[in-house]
């Protein structure tokens, strides 16, 4: 399975992706705050935290960006 991770910048966020599913943890306290499946079905090969904002970008297989809210989970 392939995984890839991100930390938000201040550090306090992880999310990690296992194919089409990005899960989201505090960092610190190891505690899971949501699932994030992308409905397309491709895995995920990339993930980064956009700087000063509460926005994650996964990229995935089929050439399609994602962007989530981490506060809202959407």
């Keep these: 399975v392939d995984r890839h991770a ?3 910048d201040d550090g ?17 306290l190891g505690q899971l705050v949501c699932t994030l499946t992308y409905g397309g079905g491709a895995r ?3 993930l980064a935290f956009v ?3 509460s926005q994650l970008i996964a990229a ?6 994602i ?7 959407r």
């Design 6 to 8: 991100a930390f938000s």
């Design 12 to 28: 306090s966020l992880l999310a990690v992706s296992a194919r089409a599913t990005v899960s989201l943890w505090k960092a610190l």
């Design 44 to 46: 995920v090969r990339a």
């Design 51 to 53: 700087p000063h904002t």
């Design 60 to 65: 995935c297989d089929d050439d399609v960006a």
């Design 67 to 73: 962007v989530w809210d981490v506060l809202t989970c």
